[in-house]
């Protein structure tokens, strides 16, 4: 399995340690890391963003720590076509909230690394 350097929140870091092979430099509210499973490490990001409260797209592409847009739009669009993520209009924004399904999916890698 290849291995990519990435950015991931601190929080998402620490609860998902699977995830991680070396962690590097904090840079603000993330730390740069060589991880293992990038695609679901991904998901994963933008799942435990949403797990509290629902959140604009500027809100969740910013926290998610995903940097590339494209690859944050694909990851998103994966979640919503897999009813992971529900999105609803709020005047000109999209709000998007986590679902039962999308819940389970992260309580699911949770329950593992407690």
Do not use: W
């Amino acid at each position: 399995m290849k291995t990519r350097l990435t950015y991931v929140p601190i929080e998402v870091a620490d609860r998902f340690e699977d995830f991680i092979i070396t962690r590097g430099e904090q840079v603000l509210d993330a730390v740069k890391a060589r991880t293992r499973d990038f695609s679901t490490l991904s998901l994963l990001k933008l799942l435990y963003q949403l797990r509290c409260n629902p959140m604009t797209f500027s809100e969740l592409y910013m926290r998610s720590e995903i940097r590339m847009k494209r690859s944050f739009l694909n990851y998103l669009h994966l979640c919503v076509n897999y009813n992971f993520v529900t999105k609803t209009p709020s005047g000109s924004n999209m709000i998007y909230s986590i679902t039962g399904k999308g819940r389970t999916m992260l309580d699911l890698f949770l329950q593992k690394s407690n």
